[in-house]
């Protein structure tokens, strides 16, 4: 049997001579409490929004795209496309070509960014998936149409059963800064509108979808590209094929991940989620301080005891170990009562959504939580670290000197 455990066990619920020891070992219990389930609630939030932001943008962005490392475009040719599509993995591939454009229907002007693709799109992007109003239908029997975001749609008061009324798309013509007619520094192609897709504000308010062949002939570029974006079969290396791709495409090609196509923001939801642990753990540190008075003064409390337990031939450190289990012991039962409510809860927030998100401009109407069994392995060592560290002031201050401790 192991003596400084049984003792701290049994001085954990034993009654003290002083009833203040007893309410302080409660509060310290419910700081930790708090600070456990603060922790793990937090993080959980962040995980949801992290999930969410993720699944939002993996609706939009490729799994890998090629850029040029200079200049907007590149010649589609300059890619040899019969070794691309042995890469093992590689699902499929679309080209596309985007600039910034004035649109014009009717007395209405926006401006966004206008992107041509090819009929591969579809197996490369889910976008047909997320159509707010008709379908994603680019060409049909010759005619070209255009899908626009929900936000641009509303913005111009587009109306798709209009004949009479087509999007008109202005583009700047290269290398004329000056002319006495505005008009004649545009190229300007008319294309009608046939839906719209909701996503997110971001993209439902930026982007417009054209055949890539509308593009070219709006841009003056009959070969050029902007981008090559790839879809992987399910389960496949992404990393393994991104190196294939590289050597493919050598030097003058940047092959990205959607990690990297959005590395600001997923390093920016990153440093917020450690930025606000850092801060929740200060409190921790903080609510660990009701340890240190409890065990200050449970230790006076005990000082009788420990003064046999000396006569009896106990040792300082066999002594000191009955204290440091108590603090343990504290910071353990806080830090399971914090998991047992925070479990809860952020069941109760994926079944109910008790929690919601005012406004109600926003994609979801709860706050998104998702618990990752790594949040609570750190949540958990953290606390126990600090309640170690909380456990081990009292003991080197009360016990340290023998002289403190005599017989009343």
């Known amino acids: 049997m192991h003596l400084p455990s049984l003792f701290a066990r049994r001085y954990l619920i034993s009654k003290k001579s002083t009833q203040a020891i007893n309410v302080l070992s409660g ?86 960014t206008v992107r041509g693709v090819d009929s591969n799109f579809t197996q490369v992007n889910a976008l047909n998936n997320s159509m707010f109003h008709g379908e994603f239908l680019l060409n049909n029997n010759g005619s070209k149409y255009a899908v626009v975001g929900a936000g641009i749609e509303q913005a111009l008061g587009l109306n798709y059963y209009d004949p009479f009324n087509d999007l008109s798309i202005y583009i700047p013509k290269k290398g004329i800064s000056y002319a006495l007619n505005p008009e004649d520094a545009f190229n300007r192609e008319m294309i009608h509108p046939i839906g719209s897709f909701s996503i997110q504000q971001e993209f439902d308010m930026e982007y417009v979808f054209v055949p890539i062949e509308f593009m070219r002939t709006l841009l003056n570029e009959p070969a050029s590209v902007s981008s090559i974006a790839i879809a992987l079969n399910p389960g496949a290396n992404a990393d393994r094929i991104k190196t294939a791709i590289k050597k493919i495409c050598g030097k003058k090609f940047e092959v990205l991940d959607r990690y990297e196509q959005n590395k600001s923001l997923y390093a920016i939801m990153k440093i917020e989620k450690w930025v606000v642990y850092a801060i929740l753990t200060f409190i921790l540190i903080v609510a660990a301080f009701n340890i240190i008075g409890s065990l200050s003064m449970l230790i006076i409390d005990k000082r009788k005891d420990i003064n046999i337990l000396r006569v009896m031939g106990a040792d300082l450190p066999s002594i000191k170990k009955i204290f440091l289990y108590e603090g343990i012991l504290l910071s353990f039962i806080g830090c399971t009562l914090g998991f047992i409510f925070s479990v809860t809860l952020i069941v109760a927030q994926q079944k109910f959504g008790l929690i919601e998100i005012g406004g109600g401009t926003f994609v979801i109407n709860a706050y998104p939580v998702k618990m990752q069994w790594m949040d609570f392995v750190l949540v958990f060592f953290t606390v126990m670290g600090i309640g170690l560290l909380a456990s081990w002031v009292p003991m080197m201050r009360k016990i340290n000197n023998p002289t403190r401790l005599s017989f009343e």
């Open 27 to 112: 509060i310290s219990v419910l700081g930790m409490l708090v600070g456990s389930m603060g922790l793990v609630l937090v993080l959980s939030v962040f995980n949801g929004f992290e999930s969410l932001v993720v699944s939002l943008y993996d609706k939009f962005y490729p799994e890998i795209v090629i850029t040029p490392t200079s200049g907007k475009f590149f010649n589609a040719d300059s890619i040899h496309y019969d070794e691309l599509i042995k890469v093992n993995g590689l699902k499929a591939y679309t080209l596309q070509l985007e600039e910034k454009a004035l649109l014009r229907y009717g007395d209405k002007q926006y401006i966004a």
